[in-house]
């Protein structure tokens, strides 16, 4: 309805300004000495600053939209599985490529999805150091610092440059997997490979043309939620490997065209990873 057209609109602007003071904070946070704790894994990093960007947005948003959810990747607890229900709920990943951020290694940004009803209705991704500015809204069209984006129309695998990750994740048998993939994909044989260290700004390099296709296993729904919304309204395709996107699912494959997003399917050998979860009766994104 126009009602809620204008109050998903508010929300986004507001959303943008929030994504830009929280680049802020990673710009200053950077220079300082890092507070770096382990997760799951010796390779899963996570920094004082990770907590406090992801307070301040949270804490921001919920003064200014009270009956809203939240779902943040450091405010969800370890092994608790992450709910998405009917809601309007805020996915936010304060800090994407804690790694880099840990490095001072430039590949970092916070990304901000909204759904409602499941359904994501826009995405912000704010590239903190290059200081650009991913946005989108469904139907309205995905921009790059205001600049109108277009996903590559490349259907040729054999000249597609292709983006993943590795995750922290580093047992043999992931990783025999992971290597196997990549190795299916420089044989193809591509253009390249790359791993940049941030889920979020290899699926806006989708969006934008720079690269034709991405996969990976293992991430959350805040690794997913507002670069899906970009992909899609830059023309793209994000799916998953067993179907239409499921944002619980932990894995993703996005394309500028359909026909790079079936090979990669169909060349990918899986690595499960236990779901998050949606509420009773969810659908697919
Ligand atoms: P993060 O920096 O927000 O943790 C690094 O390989 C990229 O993968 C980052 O975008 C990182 O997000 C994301 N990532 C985090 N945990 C992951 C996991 N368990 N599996 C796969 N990717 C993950
Ligand atoms: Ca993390
Ligand atoms: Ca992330
Ligand atoms: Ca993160």
Not at 3 to 12: A, I, V
Not at 76 to 91: N, V
Not at 95 to 113: E, K, L, Q, R, Y
Not at 166 to 177: F, H, Q, S, V
């Amino acid at each position: 309805s126009m009602e809620s057209d204008k109050c998903w609109q508010e929300c986004m602007d507001v959303a943008v300004q929030i994504a830009r003071r929280a680049g802020q904070m990673v710009r200053e946070a950077v220079k300082q000495e890092k507070r770096v704790s382990t997760k799951s894994t010796p390779a899963d990093l996570v920094t004082e600053a990770d907590r406090q960007v992801e307070e301040v947005i949270i804490s921001t948003l919920r003064e200014r939209f009270p009956s809203h959810r939240f779902i943040g990747e450091e405010s969800s607890a370890a092994g608790e599985k992450c709910i998405l229900t009917d809601s309007p709920t805020w996915i936010i990943d304060p800090i994407d490529g804690t790694c880099n951020f840990v490095h001072s290694f430039p590949m970092v940004a916070v990304s901000i999805g909204f759904a409602v009803r499941k359904e994501l209705e826009f995405g912000v991704i704010y590239h903190c150091f290059e200081e650009t500015l991913y946005t989108a809204r469904k139907g309205h069209g995905a921009f790059c610092n205001g600049l109108r984006l277009q996903v590559s129309k490349e259907k040729d695998v054999s000249k597609a440059l292709i983006l993943t990750e590795i995750g922290a994740k580093r047992d043999p048998k992931t990783l025999k997997i992971f290597s196997g993939n990549i190795e299916k994909f420089l044989s193809a044989p591509t253009h390249g490979l790359r791993i940049i260290g941030s889920s979020t700004l290899s699926l806006c390099y989708i969006a934008t043309g720079a690269a034709n296709a991405y996969y990976q296993y293992g991430l959350h729904c805040w690794d997913i939620a507002a670069a899906a919304v970009i992909i899609r309204e830059a023309g793209g395709v994000v799916i998953d490997t067993s179907g239409p996107l499921d944002l619980m699912s932990r894995r993703v494959i996005a394309a500028g065209t359909q026909e790079i997003a079936s090979f990669i399917v169909q060349q990918l050998e899986p690595i499960s990873y236990e779901r998050d979860d949606h509420d009773v009766g969810a659908q697919s994104l």
